[in-house]
């Protein structure tokens, strides 16, 4: 079973950018699909994005379509989301997760998860 670390996450000022990424611990990261969720205090977690194994297709949820990018490096079994003009609603634990299959965006579809992190936007 791949095992999946992130990092990236921090505390940012209303408007800024940050960049996660989650490694996978080896090269099966390459044979599934990804997708990041985040979770905020009192919230059900929340579909962010998610890419296809060839990462060609991407998928955004709707309050982050157009500020969020969702990409891959399968050389490197590492997924990144870039996140720019982030807002104070932004804030939650963000995971990564992967499953074998299509870039779907309900998280019980989804086998694999990293451990979290966590995403502060100030205002």
């Known amino acids: 079973q791949v095992q999946l670390v992130e990092s990236g996450g921090g505390l940012v000022q209303a408007g800024g950018s940050l960049r996660l990424s989650c490694v996978g611990s080896?090269?099966?990261?390459?044979?599934?699909?990804w997708a990041w969720f985040r979770q905020a205090p009192g919230k059900d977690r929340e579909f962010v994005a998610s890419?296809?194994?060839?990462?060609?297709?991407?998928y955004y949820g709707d309050s982050v379509n157009g500020r969020f990018t969702i990409s891959r490096d399968n050389e490197k079994n590492t997924m990144f989301l870039h996140m720019n003009s982030l807002k104070p609603e932004d804030t939650a634990v963000y995971y990564c997760?992967?499953?074998?299959?299509?870039?779907?965006?309900?998280?019980?579809?989804?086998?694999?998860w990293g451990q979290g992190t966590q995403v502060t936007v100030s205002s």
């Open positions: 997760a992967g499953h074998w299959g299509l870039a779907l965006k309900t998280s019980k579809s989804y086998e694999f």
């Open positions: 080896d090269r099966s990261f390459s044979n599934y699909a």
């Open positions: 890419i296809s194994i060839n990462g060609e297709m991407t």
